[in-house]
């Protein structure tokens, strides 16, 4: 908003005056420039005669600009609170035209400041401040002063002091700090209703109209008022969607084909409704098929497009979609197969610009040496299209001396981390169980308290499967 600081002079001729003679639009004007810029005549308004400004026909009197609409809200019974260049507003618009000031507590900017007297102190403080004392009502759930019930729960005045009132829709009692509104149940009901109608009138056709108007009532009494209140908004482009494309709900297969199985499963609740109440069955296999399929597009997607390694990932897919077309393979073995080939192109180079060598498929096997079988094919594949004469070999040495270091670090991270409890004690012997005697990661996870032993100096006695195996304790200051 503009600036109400006043100036010290007049703005018509620069004259230093102590106050202005009048001011109007916040132009300030000395008693000698209003006499010679207002002269006496006819209000074109009230018809009363009084000095309006020569330069300006529309301009009424100061009676007629008082009695115009609030210049904010168009209010027109009001007391006035402020005339500002825009025109006089009303006491709730006054506000809007101060100069924010920050808070005396917070500091934040507010054009609301007021002193409270119960706080205790003579600060101005903002709405926020004003209000730090308050708090939720157990009752009706309204934010405000509290005290507390003989049995023991805070609640507002009005709550406090009448207990219940009726619901003015339904009758049934309610906490009286609600006032004079619905209860919470009418609330949501008919907050529900009116968004339910206003979604209806989205549809062109009067047939999905009424689809829609049965899914709404179906989900209302299916996850409750206000639940549906919140999220029927929500479902309304997927019902738009089915409008647009088919003018009437298709069978699953086109479901499926247009939405797709991961944006289906975003509409749980739609697809629910449609199977108890249109018989649109959902089909496990299709589904897990277009998963797959969904899957494949961002594996492939995944390595640049044009490069060496696209190109190569790319023609390995063809080549195992023609083994889908011919039923000798299915759609969930591409997955597994293109998922590892991934891998090794983005390990060896992310921007795709190299393909693999001995080094790059010996420190992917390396990592994970369970992948030799499923990167194989796609080693066979690069070797017949470009000549690569790549052998996938795991060295069973290399494999554990990896894995030892990698449990190494793990137990040097907990022994500075140190804990307490169960689940960090399982964690550690989990972890120095596999590093120190070679036992699978899933022992230490498996034990029971009889099976552990602390000894004199903290260690652990592990008992298991019929052999003793002893553990350091972890020890942050070794």
């Known amino acids: 908003m503009a600036s109400l600081n006043r100036p010290s ?55 007629c600009e008082v009695n115009r609409p609030c210049a904010r809200c168009g209010k027109t019974e009001y007391e006035v609170a402020r005339k500002t260049p825009y025109g006089p507003v009303c006491n709730v618009c006054e506000h809007y035209f101060r100069e924010p000031e920050p808070c005396e507590i917070c500091g934040t900017p507010s054009t609301l400041l007021a002193r409270v007297a119960r706080l205790g102190h003579d600060h101005r403080v903002c709405p926020k401040c004003a209000r730090i004392d308050h708090r939720s009502c157990q009752a009706c759930r309204r934010h405000r002063l509290l005290g507390e019930a003989p049995d023991g729960r805070m609640l507002c005045k009005p709550c ?52 829609f108007g049965e899914f709404g009532e179906w989900l209302f009494n299916e996850v409750g008022a206000q639940k549906a209140a919140l999220s029927i908004h929500r479902y309304l482009p997927f019902f738009m969607e089915i409008e647009n494309r088919w003018r009437a709900v ?26 108890k109440a249109k018989a649109i069955v959902p089909d496990a296999v299709a589904k897990n098929e277009d998963s797959d399929r969904r899957r494949i597009r961002e594996i492939i997607d995944s390595i640049p497009d044009g490069t060496p390694a696209g190109t190569a990932l790319r023609s390995y897919n063809d080549m195992l979609m023609v083994r889908v077309e011919a039923g000798k393979t299915k ?10 080939a991934a891998s090794l192109l983005s390990r060896t180079d992310p921007s795709g610009k190299k393909l693999p060598d001995k080094a790059a498929l010996d420190g992917y096997l390396l990592e994970a040496p369970g992948q030799k079988a499923a990167i194989t094919g796609f080693i066979n594949f690069l070797n017949e299209k470009h000549g690569l004469g790549l052998i996938p070999e795991v060295s069973r040495q290399r494999v554990a001396e990896a894995r030892k270091k990698k449990l190494e670090k793990e137990l040097l991270a907990l022994a500075r981390q140190g804990g307490e409890g169960e689940e960090f004690k399982h964690a550690w012997l989990s972890t120095a169980l596999a590093f120190f005697h070679g036992l699978s990661r899933n022992v230490g996870k498996k034990l029971d308290d009889s099976q552990i032993a602390i000894e004199e100096d903290g260690g652990f006695e592990i008992t298991w499967d019929g052999q003793n195996y002893w553990i350091p304790k972890w020890d942050r200051n070794r």
Not at 13 to 28: M, N, Q, T, Y
Not at 162 to 179: N, Q
Not at 190 to 208: T, W
Not at 331 to 340: D, K, Q, Y
């Open 160 to 211: 406090l002091e009448k207990g219940e009132a009726l619901c003015p829709s339904c009758g049934r009692p309610m906490p009286a700090g609600r006032g004079k509104v619905d209860c919470e149940t009418c609330y949501w009901e008919k907050l529900f209703r009116k968004r339910l109608d206003i979604d209806r009138a989205a549809f062109s056709s009067p047939g999905m109209e009424e689809v």
């Open 250 to 275: 298709p069978a699953y297969d086109g479901l499926l084909a247009h939405f797709g199985a991961e944006a289906l499963r975003r509409v749980r609740l739609p697809m629910r409704w449609l199977e």
């Open 9 to 63: 002079h007049c703005d018509e001729c620069g004259k230093p005056i102590a106050k202005a003679h009048r001011v109007l639009k916040g132009h300030r004007y000395c008693s000698t420039c209003y006499a010679r810029v207002f002269k006496r005549r006819m209000c074109p308004k009230c018809g009363n005669f009084a000095r309006l400004p020569k330069k300006d026909p529309n301009a009424v009197c100061r009676r």
């Open 331 to 340: 759609i969930g073995s591409v997955r597994l197969a293109l998922r590892p």
